[in-house]
T-cell receptor
């Protein structure tokens, strides 16, 4: 049971490049989330999913896209990277039942130069 | 949507003393309130949580209290140790359909002074 696995751990992108941040969980959780955390700041929700085939926007979705074709995987796509997207990205999942907190992945540290 | 405010933003406490971090929330229908600890460069980790049908919950040196009337909840850490130094985040989860997500506070950087 690996929990929530994120890849890559670090990445440097040039302005205008694109990339996909991978997130996989092996706990059969329907709920999955993507957050970004800017230096010294809190967690802001980018996108979330309540199950395969269902996604919805969070607070800061601009510049990102997601898909959820399986229960296990919830990739985050950055198109046309901008310096403002320099951040640490955390994927998280949780069980269906109310009252169970998120399990976070170890994060992806992204720098856009 | 839900709005969570957290205070203080930084807190320094002498080792062995107690630390208290407070959060307020705006959605009276919120029913789940977790606390996360994030060490430098690491992922947030759940340390304790409370549901809206409970007023207090304890786990060894850590406790959380909830006042639904006032819409605030607090984290209490007693007999603090150097390993307690970290950033702590509170969060609240609403109950409305489609609101299946936590809203986080802005974090409190706790420093334990040896």
């Amino acid at each position: 049971n690996a929990g929530v696995t994120q890849t890559p751990k670090f990445r440097i992108l040039k302005i205008g490049q694109s990339m996909t941040l991978q997130c996989t969980q092996d706990m059969n959780h329907n709920y999955m989330y993507w957050y970004r955390q800017d230096p010294g700041m809190g967690l802001k929700l980018i996108y979330y999913s309540v199950g395969a085939g269902i996604t919805d926007k969070g607070e800061v979705p601009n510049g990102y896209n997601v898909s959820r074709s399986t229960t296990e995987d919830f990739p985050l796509r950055l198109e046309l990277a901008a310096p403002s997207q320099t951040s640490v990205y955390f994927c998280a999942s949780r069980p269906d039942r109310v009252g169970y907190g998120y399990t976070f992945g170890s994060g992806t540290r992204l720098t856009v130069v | 949507g839900e709005n969570v405010e957290q205070h203080p933003s930084t807190l320094s406490v002498q080792e062995g003393d107690s630390a208290v971090i407070k959060c307020t929330y705006s959605d009276s229908a919120s029913n789940y309130f977790p606390w996360y600890k994030q060490e430098l460069g690491k992922r947030p980790q759940l340390i304790i949580d409370i549901r809206s049908n409970v007023g207090e919950k304890k786990d060894q040196r850590i406790a959380v209290t909830l006042n639904k009337t006032a819409k605030h909840f607090s984290l209490h850490i007693t007999e603090t140790q150097p390993d307690d130094s970290a950033v702590y985040f509170c969060a609240a989860k609403g109950t409305n359909f489609g609101n299946e997500k936590l809203t986080f506070g802005t974090g409190t950087r706790l420093t334990i002074i040896p």
